[in-house]
């Protein structure tokens, strides 16, 4: 096993520090003492926050660019190794070359993730993005001691503070736990809406041509466009706002525990359509679930499921009876109707 850096062994620039947390983060003996050393970190500084994103975005940038032969020239320089070797560089490699990269530039600010998909001005530096991947789910601390749950394939960017705490949801799904601040309301924009908050927790999903809000406690207001013009409206715990394209605002009662149980890596469905639970999971993993017959799709599913566990779903559909597994391969799991018994 090896040692976490100790404090003195430690970059103080927040920029150098977060690439050696990074880096520190990604071998497979991290122990739960390096954990609460990073956490600490993380908390004892806004700055840190924003240098930890800062290098989750740049990764992000980074893993798409792999086989540009610039990008593997400096990676090989900053890693000792052999360019002419092809192989995909690892999460701990890349910390490391971000590290001495940023070290030798003193500090040079790393490229960030163009997620606006129009042709504006990309994010200043001091407006990190924060993005997780297919499957993954990651929590952060923002400078006010609020939190941040980013679901899978999402994007969210932080915006300057001042009067405002203002974050952009890009795409995806968050939960967001408010510190109050009743002097700055806290405000996550999505799409041509806004969620203002002064204390609370909700989720906030963005989907295709669809805006969901889901509010766990306190209350929020919902500001934005809707089919007969602005409107505002305020939700009260226990409820969710769904907007859709050419439909008007709908806020309804519902289980809260229920919606909100993806935050543990849960996902907990009672008597939904097997369609719609499959294309739930499917959000979660890249390895798909399909089911083209119709009567199969419509069969009502309940239970609690593990977030990216496609593979234990299809096993327990299968050992409830309810489908079979047809062609499956590293990309997708058939789901096909139980055979008849004769």
């Given at each position: ?65 792999e086989d540009d032969p610039a990008l ?68 952060f601390r923002l400078p006010d001691n ?197």
């Open positions: 096993m090896t040692s976490t850096p100790s404090e003195h062994e430690r970059p103080a620039d927040p920029a150098s520090a977060a690439a050696t947390w990074f880096a520190r983060l990604q071998d497979g003996d991290v122990s739960l003492q390096d954990q609460r050393d990073f956490q600490r970190w993380l908390n004892a500084d806004p700055r840190h926050a924003d240098a930890w994103g800062a290098v989750n975005a740049a990764w992000d940038d980074l893993s798409r660019l593997a020239a400096m990676r090989a320089d900053a890693l000792s190794i052999d360019a002419s070797r092809p192989r995909r560089p690892s999460r701990r490699d890349f910390g490391l070359a971000a590290a001495g990269l940023i070290a030798a530039a003193g500090g040079a600010a790393l490229s960030w993730r163009w997620l606006t998909g129009d042709k504006a001005v990309p994010p200043a530096p001091d407006e990190p993005v924060f993005t997780t991947a297919v499957g993954e789910r990651s929590t609020s939190v941040v749950t980013l679901g899978t394939d999402s994007a969210i960017r932080v915006h300057h503070w001042d009067q405002q705490r203002r974050l952009t949801l890009l795409r995806g799904q968050a939960y967001f736990e408010v510190a109050k601040d009743k002097a700055r309301p806290f405000i996550v924009a999505a799409g041509d809406k806004a969620v203002t908050a002064v204390g609370t927790a909700f989720d906030v999903r963005l989907d295709p041509g669809k805006l969901s809000v889901t509010l766990v406690e306190g209350r929020v207001r919902i500001a934005g466009a809707s089919p007969n013009g602005p409107r505002r409206v305020e939700m009260s715990a226990g409820s969710r706002f769904v907007a859709a394209d050419n439909a008007d605002w709908t806020i309804a009662s519902i289980d809260t525990a229920k919606e909100a149980a993806w935050v543990q890596g849960r996902l907990v469905f009672d008597g939904e359509p097997l369609s719609t639970v499959v294309a739930e999971m499917n959000r979660f993993s890249t390895r798909k679930l399909t089911v083209s017959d119709a009567a199969l799709a419509a069969t009502p599913v309940s239970g609690v499921f593990k977030t990216g566990q496609v593979e234990a779903f299809a096993t327990a559909l299968r050992t409830y009876g309810l489908a079979e597994i047809g062609r499956s391969d590293p990309r997708a799991i058939e789901l096909v109707p139980p055979a008849r018994k004769l």
